[in-house]
Every structure is written in structure tokens, then in C-alpha cells.
């Protein structure tokens, strides 16, 4: 009987060794390697040395409102992530064994940019259309993430409320309004070309938007049988209509940013539409042939 005792307490303690060393090859935070995984409390969002954006006691704070605000077309600066410790220090990983990665709610609406020269914690946020979405942020580490943050709330404000088409005189031949509602028309014999229009676009306070950088015009025509548009050659918002036969046909503008065309005349279809961002489109205005 107390040889079966004996026998009970060596099997006992050959488990419990057994098991404790399973318990310290578990152990991630006791490897060799001494690779201590990054549990972060929170995150903030700096832009040029501003806190714009921070997540802190589960609750994310706004520099401005309750809400980061962009235009559409409009990228920021680089913005740097840093991650918030227990004892709300900010701080940012040096392991490369760590990386950014992010989830945007509506893609349509907002882009996440990051270059190569930007680094590992520094990105770009892009207004592609108007609306609001929220993007998320996640502190990856090799094969999974030690923390996502709260979603961040982005509003993309449009930049174009309407527009207006000026003859060569200046005077205006057709208005578009802020609720897509167009005035005029334009009107062209057979086989005459139009004197020169001029497209310009308009704020929410009817302002004029300065075109002169970054911004290209845009058309698209149904009934070519009836009338073609042509640019004007150094002046990229100018055109001109032929009347080709008689006829109706429509034709919609679109104001572009950061695009380059190949053919160089800055207005019409052929071109590489690689890195644009459409800012408005109108509704269809009517070319009258007569």
C-alpha cells in the first residue's frame, strides 16, 4: 500500500513539471527573443503638430466639432498615427515586426494614402466624394492585431454647388443651380460653329472657384450625329459647338481634379483618367441644331 502511494506522487509530479513547462513555451510575453507584444489604450492623430483626432478612455475627441472635415478632391498633410500607453504616453513602435493598417466603412467616399517616403505610422487622407463614412486604424503586429482603434468620423464636403456657361462676351447663357436645375440651352445652325463658351463653376455662395491649378474640364456628348464640341486650344474651360445636322443632343461637364490628358488640349474624353477626382457633374444640358 505505501509503495502504490509512492508510485501516485511520482506520476503527480512528472504531470506538474509537465505542465508548467507547457505554460512557459505559451508565455509570448517570456519568449527568448524577448519580444514584448504592444498593447496600446488608445490612439491619436497629429497633423502638423496638432492633435486633430484622439481615442482615449474609450472615447475618441475632435480638435475641431465632432468630426474630421475634407473636401472633396482635397488630400491632406501627412497625418501621423502615434499610439497612447496605460500611462497616456504617446509613442510609437520601432520593431518592424509592426505595421498600420486600416479599414474605410465606404471606400467611394474616402481613401487612405500612404507613399514610401511617408514611413510606417504617416498617411494621407483623400475626399473622393461627398458623404460620410469613418475609417478605422489597426496596430499590426506579424499575423494580427494587438489594437484597433474606434472608428474616426470623416466628412467630405462637396466643393461645386453649380455652374454657369459664359458666351465670349461674358454674359451667362445657361445656369445650373445648387439643386441641379438648368436654365438655357444651347442653340447652333447646321454646319456653323458657335462663337466661344466658357464653363465656370460655382460655390455654395455662388462665388467663382479658381480653376487655374489642378483642375481640368470634362465632357461627355450623346448626339454626335447632330453637334460635336471641340476645346479651344490654351484655354482648357473653353469649347466651341459645331452644328453637324439638325437635330438635338445633350451633353453633361465635369469639373476633374489632378488628372492629365495625352492629347495636351486639356478639355474632352481621350485622355488618362489614372489619379482623378471627379468634383461635380452636371445634369444634361440640350444643344439645340437648327
Not at 502511494?5 to 509570448?28: E, R, Y
Not at 527573443?33 to 475632435?62: K, N, R, S
Not at 473653353?238 to 453633361?252: D, K, L, M, N, P
Request: proline share 2%.
Amino acid at each position: 500500500m505505501k509503495l502504490l502511494n509512492t508510485q501516485k506522487l511520482t506520476i503527480f509530479a512528472t504531470f506538474l513539471v509537465a505542465a508548467l513547462f507547457t505554460l512557459q513555451a505559451c508565455d509570448t510575453t517570456s519568449s527568448d527573443d524577448g519580444d514584448d507584444e504592444l498593447y496600446p489604450f488608445g490612439a491619436t492623430l497629429f497633423l502638423d503638430g496638432v492633435e486633430i483626432a484622439t481615442q482615449e478612455d474609450g472615447a475618441i475627441t475632435y480638435n475641431e466639432g465632432d468630426h474630421i472635415e475634407l473636401e472633396v478632391g482635397e488630400e491632406t498633410g501627412l497625418i501621423q498615427i502615434r499610439w497612447i500607453d496605460e500611462d497616456g504616453n504617446r509613442i510609437t513602435p520601432e520593431d518592424d515586426d509592426y505595421s498600420l493598417q486600416w479599414t474605410v466603412a465606404d471606400e467611394s467616399i474616402l481613401e487612405v494614402e500612404q507613399h514610401d517616403e511617408d514611413g510606417p505610422w504617416r498617411f494621407h487622407l483623400v475626399g473622393t466624394a461627398a458623404g460620410e463614412t469613418t475609417v478605422e486604424f489597426e496596430l499590426f503586429h506579424n499575423d494580427h492585431a494587438d489594437f484597433t482603434t474606434l472608428p474616426f468620423e470623416i466628412h467630405v464636403e462637396e466643393v461645386v454647388s453649380g455652374m454657369e456657361v459664359q458666351d465670349e462676351s461674358g454674359q451667362s447663357v445657361i445656369t445650373v443651380d445648387s439643386n441641379g436645375e438648368v436654365t438655357g440651352s444651347f442653340d447652333v445652325n447646321s454646319g456653323e460653329t458657335s462663337g466661344s463658351f466658357s464653363a465656370i463653376f460655382l460655390d455654395e455662395n455662388g462665388d467663382a472657384i479658381d480653376t487655374d491649378h489642378d483642375y481640368e474640364l470634362e465632357w461627355h456628348l450623346e448626339g454626335s450625329e447632330f453637334a460635336t464640341i471641340e476645346p479651344i486650344d490654351g484655354s482648357p474651360f473653353s469649347f466651341t459647338i459645331q452644328g453637324v445636322s439638325a437635330g438635338e443632343a445633350e451633353a453633361h461637364f465635369a469639373l476633374i481634379k489632378e488628372g492629365g490628358h495625352d492629347d495636351g488640349t486639356g478639355s474632352g474624353d481621350d485622355h488618362d483618367h489614372e489619379g482623378e477626382i471627379e468634383i461635380y457633374e452636371s445634369p444634361d444640358i440640350i444643344i439645340n441644331v437648327n
